[in-house]
T-cell receptor, first 118, second 111 residues
Framework: GAVVSQHPSRVICKSGTSVKIECRSLDFQATTMFWYRQFPKQSLMLMATSNEGSKATYEQGVEKDKFLINHASLTLSTLTVTSAHPEDSSFYIC??????????????FGPGTRLTVL | QKEVEQNSGPLSVPEGAIASLNCTYSDRGSQSFFWYRQYSGKSPELIMSIYSNGDKEDGRFTAQLNKASQYVSLLIRDSQPSDSATYLCAVITNAGNMLTFGGGTRLMVKP
């Protein structure tokens, strides 16, 4: 149980294009999904938190107009990197939690999407 | 002071030995603690969660939590070369449901 998928696993695009990454919880309903970015040899950096049906909460320094997040259903969240530039090249990872109460909220991670912007 | 701290390593142990990974956290109100394993180029994989003081065992893994001292550790018995990875300690603080990660400890198990 608790499987999270991401698609695509790898994408290469030209500078200026937009890229959409999908994150799906396959066997549970995810009330909250999280989007992280990880640069080589660094730890995960939380970009934003999204709850189903509401606007995402972005971390300080993350441009909400550049990284569009939609959490349209309890099993799907999407991250769109708009007008991508080479500095956006990174490993993007989503996670999902079922929203258990009491602070015992386990996050399950997707396999990640490696974005390379030429 | 970082909220969650780990020794970056690398921690090198011989095959079959016990690997001991440690993590300290600063928010005394933290309630939930997690250990994730991350292989190079892959996403984190949940190993264990622990919420109460004491030990929690799952196969070769034992998580230990001491809230008074604000540390959580992970023991790996009978270490295997396939255990070589970066181990991330993560904490949900009192503030909500977000994970705060430590920088990770790189473990190397030598045959």
């Amino acid at each position: 149980g608790a499987v999270v998928s991401q698609h695509p696993s790898r994408v290469i695009c030209k500078s200026g294009t937009s890229v959409k990454i999908e994150c799906r919880s396959l066997d549970f309903q995810a009330t909250t999904m999280f989007w992280y970015r990880q640069f080589p040899k660094q730890s995960l950096m939380l970009m934003a938190t999204s709850n189903e049906g509401s606007k995402a909460t972005y971390e300080q320094g993350v441009e909400k107009d550049k990284f569009l997040i939609n959490h349209a259903s309890l099993t799907l969240s999407t991250l769109t990197v708009t007008s991508a530039h080479p500095e956006d090249s990174s490993f993007y990872i989503c996670s999902a939690s079922s929203g258990e109460a009491g602070g015992t909220d386990t996050q399950y991670f997707g396999p990640g999407t490696r974005l390379t912007v030429l | 002071q970082k909220e969650v701290e780990q020794n970056s390593g690398p921690l090198s142990v011989p095959e079959g030995a016990i690997a001991s990974l440690n993590c300290t956290y600063s928010d005394r109100g933290s309630q939930s603690f997690f250990w994730y394993r991350q292989y190079s180029g892959k996403s984190p994989e949940l190993i264990m969660s622990i919420y109460s003081n004491g030990d929690k065992e799952d196969g070769r893994f034992t998580a230990q939590l001491n809230k008074a001292s604000q540390y959580v550790s992970l023991l790996i018995r009978d270490s295997q070369p396939s255990d070589s990875a970066t181990y991330l300690c993560a904490v949900i603080t009192n503030a909500g449901n977000m994970l705060t990660f430590g920088g990770g400890t790189r473990l190397m198990v030598k045959p």
